[in-house]
């Protein structure tokens, strides 16, 4: 039986505890979520430095899974464009089941080995494309056909699974496995499986991000403000970088539409917005590099 699908010997009275026992149990047995990517470092940090240069040469990040770590993909995913001004048609989420499945389970979407391998050829992966393929049990035929079809493209793929010696993780160019053992519910997935798997994606596609220079120190300066919050936020984030008052930052953003990374470039430069667009374009989009001069 898959670890993954085996019962916890460590709350065989769950049922019965009382709330604060109970809440204090799930809340704990997420700590081994944790510890499970933490043993998994070095195959993340091989999978972050593969990756690099294939999206630097204009590559996608494409994601695939099935129920929980299909949702999964399509949060990292939607996420970066906001984040980090990552375009839309650059990251793409293939989920079992399609779009619907999102909110709804579609039953026996995962068991389509087929197609996943038609989903993954409708995207017309390529050689510099990186799938990102999530599946706790490490054998969803959805995924493992989607597996298939992107290496037979010459795709980079990399395989997160929670069961050790999974097909997934085995037969993608870079497999890593989170360790994540039974679960305090037996089988249910979504919890310490489900949360390791989003550390293991934040943490790639963030530091993926980071050696893109969308990234100055620990600072989100590539972000692409779509709400009053986020509009604040590369405000807050220009003044931190630069030390300029709100009214001389509120000034340069505007100017170049609220392009942090430009507005950061003209305040401590000293120079006009389309000066610090060139030398961001000279410096290949690395702030540090513009500023340094």
């Given at each position: 039986?898959l ?5 916890s010997p460590?709350?065989?009275?769950l049922?019965?505890?009382?709330v604060?026992e ?10 081994n979520?944790?510890?499970?990517v933490?043993?998994?470092?070095p195959?993340?940090?091989r999978?972050?430095?593969a ?5 630097e ?10 129920g929980?770590?299909g949702?999964?993909?399509v949060?990292?995913?939607v ?12 990251a ?9 499945a ?6 026996g979407a ?8 038609r ?5 017309r ?6 799938v ?11 995924v ?6 992107a290496r037979?493209?010459g795709a ?15 037969e ?18 979504r919890?310490?499986?489900g ?12 530091a ?9 120190g ?37 100017a170049?539409?609220?392009?942090v990374?430009?507005?950061?470039v ?6 006009p917005?389309?000066?610090?667009e ?9 702030l ?6």
């Open positions: 039986m670890k993954t699908e085996t019962p460590q709350h065989p009275l049922d019965q505890y009382p604060p109970l809440v204090a149990a799930f809340v704990d047995d997420q700590f979520a944790v510890q499970a933490r043993n998994a470092v195959r993340i940090a999978a972050v430095e990756a690099v240069p294939r999206i040469a204009g590559g996608r990040l494409l994601y695939v899974g099935a929980t770590s949702r999964l993909g949060l990292d995913s996420e970066l464009y906001p984040t980090f001004s990552w375009p839309h048609e650059r793409v989420a293939l989920l079992a089941g399609g779009e619907s999102m909110f709804v389970a579609v039953e995962e068991d389509d080995y087929d197609q996943g391998g989903d993954m050829a409708a995207a992966p390529g050689p510099d494309d990186v990102l393929l999530l599946a706790a049990s490490g054998g969803t035929p959805y493992l056909g989607a597996l298939h079809a037979t493209a980079l793929t990399i395989g997160i699974a929670n069961n050790a010696g999974s097909p997934l993780a085995g993608a160019d870079i497999g890593i496995t989170l360790d994540t053992g039974s679960e305090i519910i037996s089988g249910s997935t919890l310490k499986a949360t390791s798997q989003k550390i293991a994606l934040n943490t790639i596609s963030s993926i991000m980071v050696r893109l220079h969308k990234v100055y620990n600072l989100m300066v590539d972000l692409k403000p779509t709400n009053a919050k986020l509009y604040t936020r590369a405000l807050r984030l220009t003044m931190h970088a630069t030390g300029a008052e709100e009214t001389a930052a509120r000034a340069a953003l505007e170049c539409g609220y392009h990374k430009v507005a950061i003209a305040l401590r430069r000293q120079v917005v389309d000066q610090a060139a030398l961001l374009a000279r410096a290949g989009g690395s540090r590099a513009a500023v340094d001069g």
